[in-house]
């Protein structure tokens, strides 16, 4: 078997590398490690590789997954190895695996994903913020049958209101202060991520601050992917 699965953390600087120039990285990441990846046939082949869900950008992660097939086999210890000496720094290698041959793709399996976000509280509100208040906003907008936001069509190109409440699977809030006193909102939120539903943790942050009344901009929040949950026990 040469199919495998390396799983990888993206931080740092390196969250702001589009889903492309990723790509590009790992191809010449794996050139440079000596491991040869098989192509596809056909007049335009390319290397048999593929993330199971693109990060949007801006966001780090703790769980990334890479799929790629090689011409010779190898223990996935010794590409660990390789791999975690090729890449640069913020894209770290965390473990490899053997990838079962008769599951198709792993965007395929992709059911949902963990993200944490941290939205700082404004100095005129740090008071307000409790971690009770927290909890209980989080489980308020959650008791709402609707929650509409608007989403850009993929066709039209046009924003469109969307009902995305039941592609929210969990939320839960906490309160954090740092030493100055600062306060941070942190959301944790399970949402559906995969090729028959996705959800992107953009429109629950829009949402979420617009139902608790809380002025943020959008360039003063983190987003961090923390696992991606696959159907069918697959783990990784």
Known sequence: MSRYVLKFQKTGYVKYTSHLDLLRIFKRSFKKSGLALRYSQGFNP???MGFAQPLSLGYSSLCELIEFETV???????????????????????SCHRFDQNIKSLAGEADSAVYTVWIPVPLQEADEWTREKAEAMAESYLDQTEITAMKRQKKTKKLAPVDIRKQIRSLHADVSESADHEKTLELTMLLDCGSTSNLSPELVLTTFCQFADLPVERYQVEIERKSLNFVNNLQF
Do not use: T
């Not at 010779?72 to 965390?94: F, N, R, T, W, Y």
């Open 46 to 48: 390319h290397p048999k």
């Open 72 to 94: 010779a086999d190898h223990e996935p210890s010794d590409i660990l190895k390789k791999m975690q000496e090729a890449l640069p720094e913020g894209l770290e290698p965390v």
